[in-house]
């Protein structure tokens, strides 16, 4: 070890009278604190404006990742330009000795080769370390930027950075050591990181080498580490591709000194990296790699309610990808993007269940309605496989046709999109994908598919029908199927653990015994209920299951004998809202913060660890209706939508399409301090609480709110309270806590000036008095 210290001093000392060094050094100084910098003075500034306003109190999302990880951030700057520096340090290491002959005397003294490349790699390993530490004092900085700043993701991010440095260094060690021209070296580092950078996506297609590319490729495996996810599996490739570099490069040096045959040589490098790529496997294989999840809010770990469901699987769990050629998001499924769907998609639930088994299938076939028909009119699903595989590069032969997949599954009612089947135990379920906010399904939505296969009943929504209202298979502007059995929605019930059906109470009774049933939903009927309907209502009311009703103006004597037996009825008339964008009867109400307590989804469950109450969230609804309380003593009622001062209820017929409409209390118009347009309404019924929803207002369950893509989160919350919170299994992550500034822009300004100028002219000048200091010696 003496010896290996002795080259390590010596190299050192090369290093630091090196102006390529210093100059390096100073170019990457400048560049993280023109990063850092820049960003703490834009959220300075920001924040000083941001502060006039009455309602601001803190920033909605992380700045710890803002600053060094996101866009303009430090880490991802820096990263993405760190291949243009290490090899200009290395390029001359080894090439160095070998032009000036001095290797000579290092081969004829009693020196061992691989003490001379550890050494050397020694010297470059701290070198690296002095890099850090000029990073390490921007995140110190930051500490005392950025309130509650996240210390696991910097730790977690400097990780990364030196991993990556070390490797970059060992391929330019290696580099060095084959030729005698520095910029020859040089180039040929850039060359050997560009192919390991880029790898990863080459012949993905091909089985045999999808995962050897994959493992190989350097690109993506400090993207967990820099987002604060530690994990054995990608500290471990580190390891080992610097090993492998420096195994090749001490392989290269004592080839010099013997004389063997050219496939003697080549069985060693070829044995290296057999060993190499064998350690790899073991050490990549799930059952074997740890985790450390370094963030404040364990934002890279799934949630404990789903970690429950997954670790509960006590059998293998199947999971089969279906990819249609002619179908949505196809893609996403093809065998280039195998390792992306697993990496994204099932890594994080692999971590707590291994015994999961992936398979795939690979399929051609379109429903009558889709758009390839009206493209090419006259021709069949075979034209629009074969001339989809010719545009996009792929044998269509590896494509199973619709008869030979029809006969192994029938995916029509999945309209033949990408969808992925499960199978546990005999059982088998669909688990889907959307066509936005990303393509795979999020952690309820494996939650729920996985709860499909462990438990006999899951909760059934019954929407009750025979009197015109809204229907969960209508399509149009007035139905419901967005929010309840639309499959390619990822806020529909079907796809958060709910079956979703109908039932005319005119001539069915409630199956009580054969569903489990989450909530009854009256929605927006048309015409007035018959006595057999409302009495059947009353007597599940009675019962103590839950319940929904949902009302519009001019509805009021409809829903009413369903809703003053519980103590509360909609007031007839419309709400007004005068505003310069929006018809008249377009209102902006706001949830209460009974409403954020509903259920645990991410926007409710984020204002409350915020301190939310009323008017944290507000939502659009058009055409809406008040209640009035008739009776308190029934139920524990509290309102979960009102509205502002500005809104007034008007009696007489509204016309849209002319002047704004105007109070005129002799027509019967009134306006009050505020409307309740959504009641919660509670009882305790035996060892159950009774919970049931009534909303004067149906539109904003409709597909034409929610086929703007927003409202989704409202409808699901409110399901998830009336069955009890059970269904969807919510993951809700802990907002950040890292969203203020603790400096003003004047300060920032100063800190910019330091890390900017002041601080690499400083170590310019250190670098140039050690320099001068040498050259005179």
């Known amino acids: ?227 604060g996810l530690l994990t054995t599996k990608d500290i471990f490739y580190f390891v080992i591709v610097i090993s492998l570099f420096l195994m090749f490069t001490m392989l290269k040096l004592r080839s010099v000194r013997e004389t063997k045959p050219w496939y003697v040589k080549t069985a060693r490098y070829l044995g290296v990296l057999a060993v190499a790529l064998m350690i790899g496997y073991i050490t990549s294989r799930q059952a074997l790699v740890g985790y450390w999840d370094t963030t404040n809010q364990k934002v890279n770990t799934i949630h404990p309610r789903v970690q429950k469901i997954i670790q509960s699987l006590d059998a293998p769990l199947e999971v089969t990808l279906y990819t249609n050629l002619i179908g949505d998001m196809y893609y996403n499924g093809l065998p280039e993007y195998r390792n992306r769907y697993l990496s994204e998609l099932w890594e994080k639930y692999l971590r707590f269940n291994n015994n999961i088994e992936f398979k795939y299938e690979y399929y051609y076939d379109a429903s009558p309605k889709a758009h390839w028909y009206k493209t090419f009119p006259g021709k069949d699903v075979e034209f629009f496989a074969k001339e989809q595989a010719k545009n996009i590069g792929v044998n269509v032969d590896m494509f199973k046709k619709p008869e030979e997949m029809r006969k192994i599954i029938d995916l029509a009612p999945e309209d033949y999109r990408l969808v992925m089947q499960l199978k546990y135990k005999g059982k088998t379920t669909f688990l889907r994908t959307y066509n936005y906010g990303g393509v795979w399904p999020e952690e309820e939505h494996v939650a729920a598919a996985v709860s499909r296969l462990l438990i006999d009943k899951m909760p059934t929504v019954l929407f009750t029908t025979g009197n015109l209202e809204r229907g969960i298979d209508i399509r149009g502007e007035r139905g419901v199927s967005i929010g309840t ?56 009311i009675d019962r103590g299951k839950s319940f929904m009703a949902l009302g519009e103006p001019k509805k009021a004597a409809i829903l009413n004998p369903v809703l003053q037996p519980l103590g509360i009825e909609l007031v007839e008339g419309t709400l007004i809202q005068i505003s310069r964008d929006n018809p008249p009867d377009i209102l902006q109400p706001f949830l209460t913060k009974t409403a954020l307590n509903l259920a645990d989804e991410q926007v409710y469950y984020s204002a409350r660890q915020r301190g939310g109450g009323d008017g944290s969230i507000w939502m659009r609804m058009e055409t809406a209706i008040p209640f009035a309380r008739t009776d308190s003593a029934i139920f524990d009622i509290k309102p979960i939508v009102t509205t502002d001062t500005t809104v007034w209820l008007k009696k007489g017929v509204l016309v849209r399409d002319s002047v704004p409409p105007v109070l005129n209390p002799a027509e ?40 703007r893509g927003s409202g989704g989160f409202f409808v699901r919350g409110l399901f998830s309270w009336l069955d009890h919170n059970q269904f969807p299994i919510y993951g809700p992550k802990d907002p950040p806590e890292d969203t203020l500034m603790l400096i003003g822009s004047t300060t920032a300004e100063i800190q910019k000036t330091f890390f900017v100028w002041i601080f690499p002219a400083t170590v310019l000048l250190i670098g140039t008095i050690i320099l001068i200091r040498r050259k005179r010696k």
């Open 1 to 227: 070890m003496k010896t290996i210290f002795r080259i390590t001093k010596a190299e050192l000392r090369n290093l630091f009278y090196s102006p390529v060094a210093w100059f390096l050094t100073v170019v990457f100084s400048i560049q993280c604190g023109y990063y850092f910098s820049g960003s703490i003075l834009r959220w300075t500034k920001q924040q000083e404006m941001m502060q006039k306003s009455p309602t601001f109190k803190e920033f909605d999302l992380s700045l710890t990742k803002d600053v060094f990880l996101w866009g303009g951030g430090v880490f991802s700057n820096i990263l993405e330009n760190l291949y243009l520096f290490i090899p200009l340090l290395t390029m001359g290491i080894l090439s160095r000795e070998v032009s000036s002959g001095s290797i000579k005397l290092l081969y004829s003294s009693p020196i061992k080769i691989r003490q001379i490349v550890l050494g050397k790699y020694l010297a470059i390993m701290i070198f690296n370390l002095f890099l850090v530490a000029i990073v390490g004092i921007l995140l110190i900085t930051s500490c005392f930027n950025i309130k509650s700043i996240d210390y696991g993701i910097l730790f977690s991010a400097c990780v990364a950075f030196y991993l990556l440095t070390n490797a970059y260094a060992a391929v330019g060690l290696l580099m060095s050591s084959l030729t005698t021209y520095q910029i020859v070296s040089a180039i040929s580092t850039f060359v050997i990181v560009l192919i390991l950078s880029k790898i990863g996506g080459l012949w993905q297609n091909i089985d045999f080498v999808r995962d050897l590319t994959y493992f190989l490729s350097m690109s993506g495996r400090t993207g967990k580490m820099l987002y």
């Open 485 to 540: 059995t639309d499959k390619s929605d990822r806020t529909s019930l079907i796809n958060n653990g709910f079956d979703i059906d109908t039932i005319s109470l005119a001539t069915r009774d409630i199956p009580y015994d054969s569903l489990n049933i989450a909530a009854l939903v009256l929605a927006d009927p048309k015409t007035a209920l018959n006595d057999t309907v409302k009495r059947k209502i009353q007597e599940y």
């Open 668 to 707: 019967g118009d009134r306006k009050d301090n505020y409307y309740a347009i959504g009641l919660s309404l509670t009882r305790q019924k035996g060892n159950t609480e009774q919970r049931i929803l009534a909303l004067g207002d149906a539109d904003f369950m409709s597909n034409k709110t929610l086929g």
